[in-house]
C-alpha cells in the first residue's frame, strides 16, 4: 500500500516497541511515508534508535523533551532544514506525577495539575504551531486521547481534565490551522498495554472490563491504531478536521 507515499513526518511518543507512537510510525512507514523521530531524554536514546533504525541509517533521530522550548525550536529547524516539508505529525506524549493518578482528584497538587497540562496538552499546540511553517502542502496532526476526557475513570484523574484540553486544543487548531490545509485529529484509544499503562494499579481488570463491556467484546489491537492513524493521515481523510475518533471496539457508546 502507497496511501502516504511521498510524504514526510515526524513521530514523538516512541519509548520502546509497545509504545503506541511505534505502531502508528510503523504504519505510517508501510504505507510509504519518510519518518523522523524524536524521543524523550538519554534514558529513551538507544531505544528509539534501536526502533527507529530499522527504517535505514539515515533516519533523523533527535532528542525533544516536549517541556523544553529550545528543544521543539531545536527540531523543527533540524527536520525543516533536512525534508524541506513535513506532511504529518504524531503527538503520542502523556504525563502526570505517578501519585496524581493514585490518590483522589480533589488531592492534586498545583504542580502535578500544571505538569500533566504541560507535557499531555500544552505540548500538542507548541509542536502544531513549529511544524505548521514547514506544512506547505498542507498536513495531518494526530494525537492519542482517551475516554477519562469526557467521563470520570477512576484513578485517570488529572489525566482525564488534561486529556480533555488536549481534545479542546484539537478543535481550536482545526480552526486556526485549516486555511493552510492542516488538519488535526485525536485518536481516541481503548486501553492498550504499554508502559504508560503497565504502572497503573488494575489495569488487568481494567482490560477485562473492556473485553466485557466493548461491542466487539475484546480490546483494541496496536495494528489497529497503526491503520486509524494510516487513515487519518491519508487524503481519505481530506475533509475530517478537529475530531475525536473512538478506536475502542465501541466502548464510548455504552450507557450502562
Ligand atoms: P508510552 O509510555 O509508550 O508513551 C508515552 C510517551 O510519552 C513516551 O514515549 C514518553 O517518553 C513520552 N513523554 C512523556 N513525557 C515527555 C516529555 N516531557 N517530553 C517528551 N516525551 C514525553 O505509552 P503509550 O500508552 O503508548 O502512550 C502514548 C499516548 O497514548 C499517550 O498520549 C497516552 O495518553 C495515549 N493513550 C494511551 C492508552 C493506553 O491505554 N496505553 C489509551 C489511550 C490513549
Ligand atoms: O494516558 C494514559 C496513561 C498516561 C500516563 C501514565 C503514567 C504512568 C507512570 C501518564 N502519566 C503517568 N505517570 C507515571 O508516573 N492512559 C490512557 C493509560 C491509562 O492510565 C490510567 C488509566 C488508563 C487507561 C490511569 C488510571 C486509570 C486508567
Known amino acids: 500500500?502507497?496511501?502516504?507515499?511521498?510524504?514526510?513526518?515526524?513521530?514523538f511518543g516512541v519509548a520502546?516497541?509497545?509504545?503506541?507512537?511505534?505502531a502508528i510510525a510503523q504504519a505510517w512507514h508501510r504505507a510509504g511515508a519518510r519518518l523522523a523521530f524524536?524521543?524523550?531524554?538519554?534514558?529513551?536514546?538507544?531505544?528509539?534508535?534501536?526502533?527507529?533504525?530499522?527504517?535505514?541509517?539515515?533516519?533523523?533521530i533527535l532528542p525533544c523533551d516536549v517541556t523544553k522550548d529550545d528543544e521543539i525550536a531545536r527540531v523543527f529547524a533540524?527536520?525543516?532544514?533536512?525534508?524541506?516539508?513535513?506532511?504529518?505529525?504524531?503527538h503520542s506524549v502523556a504525563f502526570a506525577p505517578k501519585d496524581a493518578l493514585?490518590?483522589?482528584?480533589?488531592?492534586?497538587?498545583?504542580?502535578?495539575?500544571?505538569?500533566a497540562h504541560d507535557v499531555s496538552a500544552y505540548s500538542l499546540v507548541a509542536?502544531?504551531?513549529?511544524?505548521?511553517?514547514?506544512?506547505?502542502?498542507?498536513?495531518?496532526?494526530?494525537?492519542?486521547?482517551?475516554?477519562?476526557?469526557e467521563k470520570v475513570v477512576p484513578h485517570y484523574n488529572v489525566m482525564g481534565v488534561a486529556k480533555a484540553a488536549l481534545e479542546a486544543s484539537t478543535r481550536y487548531l482545526a480552526y486556526d490551522l485549516g486555511p493552510r490545509k492542516i488538519r488535526v485529529n485525536c485518536i481516541s484509544a481503548g486501553p492498550v498495554n504499554t508502559l504508560a499503562a503497565r504502572g497503573i494499579a488494575g489495569f488487568t481488570d481494567m482490560l477485562k472490563h473492556y473485553e466485557a463491556h466493548a461491542p466487539l467484546k475484546r480490546n483494541v489491537l496496536p495494528d489497529e491504531l497503526g491503520a486509524t492513524g494510516t487513515?487519518?493521515?491519508?487524503?481519505?481523510?481530506?475533509?475530517?478536521?478537529?475530531?475525536?475518533?473512538?478506536?475502542?471496539?465501541?466502548?464510548?457508546?455504552?450507557?450502562?
Open 231 to 256: 487513515f487519518l493521515a491519508s487524503d481519505g481523510a481530506a475533509a475530517i478536521t478537529g475530531q475525536v475518533l473512538y478506536v475502542d471496539c465501541g466502548y464510548q457508546i455504552m450507557g450502562m
Open 1 to 11: 500500500m502507497s496511501q502516504l507515499a511521498g510524504k514526510l513526518g515526524i513521530v
Open 16 to 22: 520502546n516497541k509497545r509504545s503506541i507512537a511505534w
Open 78 to 90: 533540524e527536520v525543516g532544514a533536512k525534508f524541506g516539508k513535513l506532511n504529518l505529525l504524531l
Open 127 to 149: 509542536l502544531a504551531r513549529g511544524a505548521a511553517p514547514f506544512m506547505t502542502d498542507g498536513g495531518s496532526i494526530v494525537a492519542m486521547t482517551y475516554y477519562g476526557a
Open 38 to 60: 524524536t524521543y524523550q531524554g538519554e534514558r529513551l536514546k538507544e531505544n528509539v534508535e534501536e526502533l527507529a533504525g530499522t527504517f535505514g541509517a539515515d533516519t533523523i
Open 102 to 115: 493514585e490518590g483522589e482528584f480533589v488531592n492534586t497538587s498545583r504542580e502535578a495539575f500544571r505538569v
